[in-house]
């Protein structure tokens, strides 16, 4: 039966990952894997999140299924979280959540819905966007387009070209925004800029999906979600989708939920039922594990508190990272600016260059970065960030 079928490309980002281990250069270095790295290269667990996952084991009476919705005190609590303890209240009888696999999982179930509720609705995502958005969304069945968001020379948000575009869909389309540490490009919309984007869509009848995969990863918890409450307060329609890999360290745990707020309490229970329905069929009942631990810790004063600080070294430091490439690459190259690199958030920040510098980059300096040319901030070191420099620069002169 499988004899027809012929072995797929590699996927653009854990290609990069496998490429990596497989070059045997003990110099090598890894700035494409999407997760957040201490200064040893470890990935760490929060130790507020290890000792939540501590007492849940302690304490766990039980392994038995927790229902397609998952576990509801993580769904009141990640809501919460996003939009608010205030605005989340208000909001709560407009409000269906689901626990799902992952932000992924958020995305893939929202996408189900809005199928679900009418087929030939349009998707429209940033160009660029995160690699996995087209394949997860599109493979629901729903159209995809894309609208102006990165203006590459500038390395910043082309915004008069985003709004422009924006203003001509038509009422009820879908737009899929990144609500901070925009994937690829590092470049956030500012607070005036998610004000006008709020107002855009409440008259333009747009109906928001919000990915927010890295609440706390760009300031701070509060700061980041910003934009995202302007909008819930305004729009009488919106997706959420919410993913605990980054900021909780829960990578492997897929724990993350889809918040869908609705016109009225009535919809929204129905849309319970959809979501149910759709987990059911898909792949019935969610991990409780990773989602238990961040219930356990978002109730507890101390463990969040501990968590908030961890948080925020975690911030500090890739914030420093990124000073610090930039200004090895201006001692360099003091003719060019690199300023960008520093007002950029989060993890990522595209490096400009074009698939056969990234080829370059790889075979000849042993610098692993995806296809599209984005960085990992957090793979650089105080030990190889003169070797990554150089790297850049070499390829990046060259043609």
Not at 276 to 283: D, F, P, V
Not at 378 to 387: F, K, L, M, P, Q
Request: charged letters at 25%; a negative charge.
């Amino acid at each position: 039966m499988f004899e027809r079928l012929e072995a797929l490309p590699p996927d653009p980002i854990l290609g990069v990952t496998a490429a990596y281990r497989a070059d045997p250069d003990p110099g090598k270095i890894d700035l494409g894997v999407g997760v957040y790295r201490d200064e040893t290269g470890n990935t760490p667990i929060p130790a507020a999140v290890r000792e939540a996952e501590s007492r849940l084991l302690a304490s766990q009476p039980t392994k038995t299924y927790i229902g397609p919705a998952g576990n509801l005190e993580f769904n009141l609590r990640i809501v919460e979280m996003a939009l608010g303890t205030d605005l989340a209240a208000s909001l709560k009888e407009r409000t269906a959540t689901i626990q799902t696999v992952g932000g992924c999982g958020a995305l893939r179930i929202g996408a189900e819905l809005l199928r679900a509720a009418t087929p030939d609705t349009v998707i429209h995502v940033s160009d660029p966007t995160w690699a996995n958005h087209e394949p997860l969304v599109g493979s629901s069945g729903l159209s995809l387009r894309r609208y102006p968001y990165y203006d590459a020379p500038s390395h910043a948000v082309d915004f008069d070209r985003l709004l422009q575009h924006l203003e001509r869909l038509p009422p009820g389309g879908v737009v899929l925004l990144h609500a901070c540490c925009h994937n690829p490009t590092g470049a956030d919309l500012d607070a005036a800029q998610w004000a006008a984007v709020a107002e855009l869509l409440e008259r333009r009848g747009l109906i928001p999906f919000v990915d927010l995969a890295y609440q706390g990863f760009a300031d701070d918890p509060e700061a980041d979600v910003a934009g995202l409450r302007l909008i819930a307060r305004r729009v009488p329609t919106l997706l959420l989708a919410i993913s605990c890999s980054k900021n909780f360290g829960l990578y492997r745990e897929r724990a993350g939920a889809l918040a869908v707020v609705a016109s009225n309490a009535a919809t929204a229970r129905a849309i319970e039922t959809h979501q149910a329905r759709t987990a059911r069929r898909m792949y019935s009942m969610p991990p409780d594990h990773g989602a238990a631990i961040a219930a356990r810790l978002l109730c507890d004063a101390s463990l969040r508190a501990a968590w908030l600080s961890e948080l925020a070294s975690m911030v500090a430091r890739m914030k420093a990272l990124r000073a610090l490439l930039a200004g090895r690459l201006a001692a360099r190259r003091p003719d060019r600016d690199f300023s960008w690199l520093v007002s950029h958030r989060g993890m990522f920040s595209l490096l400009g260059i074009d698939a056969t510098q990234v080829a370059r980059l790889r075979e000849q300096e042993h610098v692993y970065v995806p296809p599209d040319g984005r960085i990992n901030v957090a793979g650089v070191s105080e030990d190889n960030v003169d070797r990554v420099a150089d790297a850049i620069l070499r390829v990046a002169d060259t043609p």
